[in-house]
């Protein structure tokens, strides 16, 4: 063997040695990596505060949970889908309300909302919803505050409660969400500090979720005696993946303030959909005021995203709130729900394509194309129901004792609830595509009703 023979060999035997070094170096890495993230697993978070059942500040909760925390944090981000989200309106702040940026105002964007809700709170101030971050200081300082003497009912969706109605109620939540709702607004909202918070979810001690919301507790209780369970306690009965559902249901839902105590109840004595909600109403013969230009017995919806969602196609394939708007999502070892709550066109990755595998153009197409449908009916719905309250208006200008004048206020009672059940749900129809598209249908159906009956009377029939 010759030198230059000898030198390839030398080479080679380097390179190889080099070559085994690096594997086994690369191999001791790889497996105190995995040994780094299986302990990471085993060690979700680091006891850093003690937290208990008072601990409402989410700053002590973010010290255990800094990563839930953060993602928290951005739910002041303000970013518009097609037909959601808000857009960052400046505002020159006050003395009476100190906000620099408010979201765009849904009646200037659509006037027709005023001659729909008249005589009513929401004729005056409606604007585009925001992230959670928002939710206290929007209701605080909207102008409905102003111009209705509203209770303290109210900040049972729009704060961290849970803690003043312990306190209220001398450790009953139930005693103090009694008490806070006979106050009035301004004396209620002292006691509130925070927006939603983490306290309103889950248990400080084992993180598990929780329904802190006695209006939820009740009204899924009724619910469930509708069906046959009695009893049901749904902190103790519901399932871990309805919880991941019915954490979101305690505040995204249809209510109203019963009785002078102003108890804030649900109505689901006879089911979800909004026929059995408005035969509820009916029987009780509840209206939430008189129409200020027709003197229609009218009813204002909230947010139903519980009860359309109840209606759609997820909720049958046993798809949560939190699966789309909260996707799980990966750092480092750990596998966390995202709380940058927000719409799940903004995440298509993990919100869609966990079980759609389409490409995020295509799904966002799919579902941008049954919000636009959605849309064009509510506009058909809306343009119906304002010629009913036109008609009526000149009707009852020349006769208001007519029967034919009650019988067409009470297709505007309808119309007007059924329409306003898809405009304050704020998916635009996609939680519930079909169901939607038939509630608007129904809607425009009664409007044209009532214009029949008015037509009748004036042809003297």
């Known amino acids: 063997m010759n030198q230059s023979d000898n030198t390839r060999s030398f080479r080679f035997y380097i390179f190889v040695t080099a070559l085994v070094a690096g594997a086994a170096f690369g191999s001791a890495a790889l497996l105190v990596n995995i040994m780094e993230h299986k302990q990471e697993a085993k060690n979700p978070f680091f006891r850093v505060v003690e937290l208990n059942d008072t601990t409402e500040d989410p700053v ?27 857009e960052a309106v400046p505002r020159t702040p006050t003395q009476v309300d100190p906000r620099s940026i408010v979201a765009q105002s849904r009646i200037e964007e659509d006037p027709r909302l005023k001659t729909m809700w008249a005589g009513y709170a929401f004729a005056v101030d409606f604007r585009e919803e925001r992230g959670h ?9 909207t102008e409905r505050v102003n111009v209705v003497k509203q209770p303290g009912t109210c900040l049972h969706c729009h704060g961290s409660v849970y803690v003043p109605y312990m306190k209220a109620g001398n450790g009953d939540v139930i005693a103090g969400f009694e008490k806070m709702n006979r106050m009035p607004y301004k004396e209620a909202r002292t006691h509130i500090e925070h927006p939603i918070a983490c306290i309103d979810c889950h248990d400080s001690q084992t993180m598990q979720l929780r329904v ?55 109505p689901w004595h006879k089911g979800l959909q909004v026929d059995s909600i408005l035969a509820y109403y009916n029987e009780v013969e509840f209206k939430d005021w008189t129409h200020k230009e027709t003197g229609a017995p009218t009813l204002k919806a909230q947010h139903p995203e519980f009860e359309l969602w109840n209606q759609g196609i997820h909720a049958r394939s046993g798809v949560a709130c939190a699966d789309c708007h909260m996707p799980y999502q990966r750092v480092g070892a750990l596998k966390i729900s995202d709380h940058h709550v927000n719409s799940p066109l903004l995440k298509i990755n993990r919100s869609c394509q966990t079980c759609h595998k389409w490409p995020e153009e295509e799904l966002k197409a799919r579902v941008e194309v049954i919000q636009e449908r959605t849309f064009r009916m509510r506009n058909l719905a809306m343009d119906a129901l304002i010629e009913l309250i036109e008609d009526l208006k000149t009707v009852r200008t020349a006769d208001s004792t007519l029967p034919s004048v009650t019988t067409a206020q009470q297709f505007q009672r309808k119309a007007q609830f059924y329409l306003d059940f898809v405009e304050a749900e704020n998916s635009t129809g996609f939680h519930a595509p079909q169901e939607a598209e038939r509630i608007l249908g129904e809607s425009i159906n009664f409007s044209r009703k009532g214009q029949v009956a008015l037509r009748r009377l004036s042809a003297g029939k």
């Open 212 to 266: 802190t919301r006695p209006g939820f507790m009740e009204g899924i209780r009724v619910l469930k005696a509708s069906q046959g369970i009695s009893n049901f306690d749904v902190n103790k009965m519901a399932t871990r993946q309805e919880m991941r559902s019915y954490v979101c249901g305690q505040c995204h839902v249809e209510y109203y303030f019963k009785g002078p105590e102003k108890r804030l109840t649900y």
């Open 60 to 86: 002590m909760w973010g010290k255990n949970f800094p990563m839930q925390y953060d993602e928290y944090r951005r739910t002041v981000d303000q970013v518009r889908t097609r037909f959601g989200g808000s």
């Open 133 to 141: 971050a928002y939710m206290l200081d929007d209701q605080t300082f």
